[in-house]
Nanobody, 126 residues
Framework: QVQLVESGGGSVQAGGSLRLSCAAS????????MGWFRQAPGKPRERVAV???????GHEDSIKGRFTISQDKAKHILYLQMNSLKIEDTAMYYC????????????????????WGKGTQVTVSS
């Protein structure tokens, strides 16, 4: 059973940077997909970025150029580098995973993630 634990959240001023991490345990061999999502108070959860075990990535337009998803496959850690943070980036950030999953190409895929972490809070202030 895959388990995910996020870390790296915190409070930062607008324009600052944070790097979120998501440590995965119980990972089995094979293709997988992972992603970052966020949910602000009173708003629905929204996708931020996704990555495949093969290295394909996809980023939502709202964060493209500011956020970058990456992974350390050997350590089973997922990252989200967040630069030029804005107040509207304030949210709880969650990582998610799905085994036996793969994607490629340029279109951002729709993936039914079935494993979720508990989240890490990011607060951006002026």
């Amino acid at each position: 059973q895959v388990q995910l634990v996020e870390s790296g959240g915190g409070s930062v001023q607008a324009g600052g940077s944070l790097r979120l991490s998501c440590a995965a345990s119980g990972v089995t061999a094979g293709d997988y997909c992972m992603g970052w999502f966020r949910q602000a108070p009173g708003k629905p959860r929204e996708r931020v970025a996704v990555i495949s075990s093969g290295g394909s990535t996809g980023h939502e337009d709202s964060i493209k150029g500011r956020f970058t998803i990456s992974q350390d496959k050997a350590k089973h850690i997922l990252y989200l580098q967040m630069n030029s943070l804005k107040i509207e980036d304030t949210a709880m950030y969650y990582c998610a995973a799905k085994e036996r999953c793969a994607f490629g190409g340029t279109a951002l895929p729709t993936i039914s993630f079935n494993v979720w972490g508990k989240g890490t809070q990011v607060t951006v202030s002026s």
